[in-house]
């Protein structure tokens, strides 16, 4: 595999078809990473815009305001919901970037507290988790399909917040404006993989820094924010068409299809002094779902001639080889590989991050 194998596909779902799910399967199985063309409607661009915006005035805001909805506590609605400071995860020791997470709302739970002025826009970040919600469900439907699980709802009805909690959270992040060295590059997020089923990431355009780890060669693979336009914009402000949003699939769903679709461990390094944001979705199943082996055909020949619980536990320990643990076992697990649920995987990844 060469480096010029890891362009990542930009896939148009809005017409849904089982070759475009085979797309969406082939880039999900391959790198780890896939576009998704932008409609224009199931992420509205002006609520990206207005998203951004608002990220800006937040974390320009007093530090004093921000700190009093700290990561965890009970004034931001509990745990992996507020405010992350600098050096606030264990991502790498030289992290220089902070963050605010916010969790979804449900039918009968409005959203968490915030501080000002997220506290004043919260139609308009509900709307946007919604419709991030909406665009995760339907790449889900889409492996679904090409994965041949019979169950045409299997993804979906987990991933379902109508039914209950899940361990979904949106994140925005902000990497404040160094004076260092301009010409240094600099690691901003350390080396990792994401926790949940799938993460959107939504880039300003003019602002690269994302790399992928290389499978092969062990080397780092720049992403860029658009690959669809010959060259990025001087301005994130620049009245270009909005870019292909990023997709990358995370640990658990490596896990529940044993290691078929792959959780790539990617970073964001930059060179030069001035200030960046970005935004993540990050979709979790319900947290009473229990990820026992996906009932597909599909893995079942990919797992070949090794046992599906040789695989599922070559996928969770190479996880947890990443967060460098010698032993992801938990009480009542068969050599690693006993039925968790989604919320004690995610809750074994957040003591590792914020050791809880």
Same mark, same amino acid.
């Given at each position: 595999?060469?480096?010029?194998?890891?362009?990542?596909?930009?896939?148009?779902?809005?017409?849904?078809?089982?070759?475009? %799910?085979?797309?969406?399967?082939?880039? %999900?199985?391959?790198?780890?990473?896939?576009?998704?063309?932008?409609?224009?409607?199931?992420?509205?661009?002006?609520?990206?815009?207005?998203?951004?915006?608002?990220?800006?005035? =937040?974390?320009?805001?007093?530090?004093?305001?921000?700190?009093?909805?700290?990561?965890?506590?009970?004034?931001?609605?509990?745990?992996?919901?507020?405010? *992350?400071?600098?050096?606030?995860?264990?991502?790498?020791?030289?992290?220089?970037?902070?963050?605010?997470?916010?969790?979804?709302?449900?039918?009968?739970?409005?959203?968490?507290?915030?501080?000002?002025?997220?506290?004043?826009?919260?139609?308009?970040?509900?709307?946007?988790?919604?419709?991030?919600?909406?665009?995760?469900?339907?790449?889900?439907?889409?492996?679904?399909?090409?994965?041949?699980?019979?169950?045409?709802?299997?993804?979906?009805?987990?991933?379902?917040?109508?039914?209950?909690?899940?361990?979904?959270?949106?994140?925005?992040?902000?990497?404040?404006?160094?004076?260092?060295?301009?010409?240094?590059?600099?690691?901003?997020?350390?080396?990792?993989?994401?926790?949940?089923?799938?993460?959107?990431? =939504?880039?300003?355009?003019?602002?690269?820094?994302?790399?992928?780890?290389?499978?092969?060669?062990?080397?780092?693979?720049?992403?860029?924010?658009?690959?669809?336009?010959?060259?990025?914009?001087?301005?994130?402000?620049?009245?270009?068409?909005?870019?292909?949003?990023?997709?990358?699939?995370?640990?658990?769903?490596? =896990?529940?299809?044993? &290691?078929?679709?792959?959780?790539? *461990?990617?970073?964001?390094?930059?060179?030069?002094?001035?200030?960046?944001?970005?935004?993540?979705?990050?979709?979790?199943?319900?947290?009473?779902?229990?990820?026992?082996?996906?009932?597909?055909?599909?893995?079942? &020949?990919?797992?070949?001639?090794?046992?599906?619980?040789?695989?599922?536990?070559? %996928?969770?320990?190479?996880?947890?080889?990443?967060?460098?643990?010698?032993?992801?076992?938990?009480?009542?697990?068969?050599?690693? *590989?006993? *039925?968790?649920? %989604?919320?004690?995987?995610?809750?074994?990844?957040?003591?590792?991050?914020?050791?809880?």
């Amino acid at each position: 595999m060469s480096d010029s194998d890891l362009a990542i596909p930009i896939i148009d779902i809005s017409n849904p078809s089982p070759e475009v %799910a085979q797309q969406v399967l082939s880039a %999900a199985s391959t790198h780890g990473f896939l576009f998704i063309k932008n409609d224009g409607v199931t992420i509205p661009p002006k609520d990206i815009d207005d998203m951004f915006e608002l990220s800006r005035k =937040f974390f320009h805001s007093p530090k004093e305001t921000k700190q009093e909805y700290a990561i965890h506590s009970a004034t931001a609605g509990g745990i992996n919901r507020g405010w *992350v400071s600098m050096q606030g995860e264990a991502l790498d020791p030289e992290n220089q970037k902070v963050a605010f997470n916010i969790a979804p709302p449900s039918p009968s739970t409005p959203l968490q507290p915030l501080p000002t002025p997220l506290s004043t826009s919260s139609p308009l970040i509900s709307r946007f988790q919604t419709s991030c919600h909406t665009l995760c469900q339907s790449i889900l439907s889409l492996l679904n399909t090409a994965l041949q699980i019979p169950d045409s709802e299997y993804f979906t009805s987990r991933h379902d917040q109508r039914k209950g909690e899940s361990g979904t959270i949106f994140r925005m992040l902000y990497y404040p404006a160094s004076h260092k060295d301009d010409t240094k590059q600099t690691i901003r997020a350390g080396a990792h993989s994401d926790y949940g089923s799938l993460t959107l990431l =939504f880039r300003l355009p003019g602002q690269p820094g994302l790399e992928l780890l290389h499978p092969r060669t062990g080397t780092w693979v720049p992403v860029p924010v658009d690959p669809s336009s010959p060259s990025s914009p001087s301005s994130p402000l620049s009245n270009q068409p909005p870019p292909p949003i990023l997709v990358n699939i995370g640990d658990l769903l490596s =896990f529940w299809t044993c &290691g078929l679709l792959t959780s790539t *461990v990617h970073r964001v390094v930059f060179s030069g002094g001035e200030e960046r944001y970005s935004m993540a979705y990050f979709c979790h199943p319900l947290d009473g779902v229990e990820l026992g082996r996906v009932p597909s055909g599909v893995i079942d &020949g990919f797992t070949g001639r090794e046992s599906v619980q040789g695989r599922r536990a070559g %996928a969770l320990e190479e996880q947890y080889r990443r967060l460098g643990l010698e032993d992801g076992r938990g009480e009542g697990e068969g050599v690693g *590989v006993g *039925v968790l649920t %989604a919320k004690q995987h995610l809750d074994r990844r957040l003591k590792v991050t914020y050791g809880l």
